[in-house]
């Protein structure tokens, strides 16, 4: 499996974390993200290691560190709050609202029946995830999530309680059934540096995602800004007084599923 980097300079790689690979080796084996990070080292001596955390389920833009300086610098700003997230998740129910900002905090539970997982507590840690909805259609609804904290499964507990339904298929906090993974997926990174430029990335909506309907409004404008700048070097190639119809660009009226399939390793 070719893992696709969404982002690469001298002290960063931001990959596409496929869904259902995890960060850490299951007891019971399996693949995981180690098995890949020789192959992400990409010249360098060192191995990358990741900043953060996604979910085994979750899909999307993962941070990695190619140095320990950097890795501490990023961390830093994870802690600091400095970095810009940008989720897209499928709530499995209608949401009545379009938009809103949930602040419930959150706090850990174990029992050997269950194992662990999040609830509301409210001597919990501060949690507060900011929501809108792109899309509802089939009883399901495509919500944009931008967490401004980070707590483990924030965005899967403030769907539940916040939103009224689970997201699709999520096996803790809702039914498990419709879909064959938590729907959930980092569609957006943005990591600002002092003294350089930021770190910004941008992971297509998967397949599974669009299978159901769903679009990212964000990979549209993405296809229409290449689309564009297409056309502005044909222009420049033909000479500037060509008018539109001279080009032989052959660009989609519309950017849909089908058109989307193509965009897996654009960049944000």
């Not at 070719?2 to 496929?18: H, R, S, T």
Request: glycine share 10%; charged share 25%.
């Amino acid at each position: 499996m070719e893992i696709p980097i969404l982002f690469e300079d001298g002290e960063a790689l931001v990959i596409n974390k496929p869904a259902g690979l995890p960060l850490d080796r299951a007891r019971s084996g399996g693949a995981a993200l180690d098995d890949y990070l020789p192959t992400l080292k990409l010249g360098f001596a060192r191995e990358p290691v990741a900043v953060h955390r996604l979910d085994r389920d979750t899909s999307g833009c993962l941070l990695l560190a190619r140095n320990p300086k950097a890795l501490k610098r990023f961390a830093k700003a994870f802690e600091e709050r400095q970095v810009g997230k940008r989720y897209l998740g499928i709530v499995a129910g209608p949401v009545a609202e379009n938009s809103g900002t949930i602040d419930l905090a959150l706090t850990k539970i174990s029992s050997a029946e269950a194992g662990w997982r999040m609830i509301l507590a409210r001597k919990g840690k501060p949690s507060v995830t900011h929501w809108k909805v792109l899309d509802r259609r089939d009883g399901l609804t495509l919500v944009e999530f931008r967490p401004e904290t980070g707590r483990t499964h924030q965005i899967r507990v403030h769907a539940l309680h916040g939103l009224g339904a689970a997201l699709l298929g999520d096996p803790v906090y809702g039914t498990g059934e419709g879909t064959h993974r938590t729907m959930l997926h980092a569609a957006g990174l943005v990591v600002r540096r002092e003294g350089k430029p930021p770190i910004v990335a941008h992971a297509p909506l998967p397949a599974d995602f669009r299978a159901l309907g769903f679009v990212d409004p964000e990979d549209v404008a993405i296809a229409e800004a290449h689309a564009a700048e297409d056309a502005a070097a044909a222009r420049a190639v033909l000479g500037g007084d060509q008018p539109d119809d001279a080009l032989v660009l052959e660009v989609p009226d519309e950017t849909g599923p089908e058109q989307l399939d193509e965009m897996g390793d654009e960049r944000g």
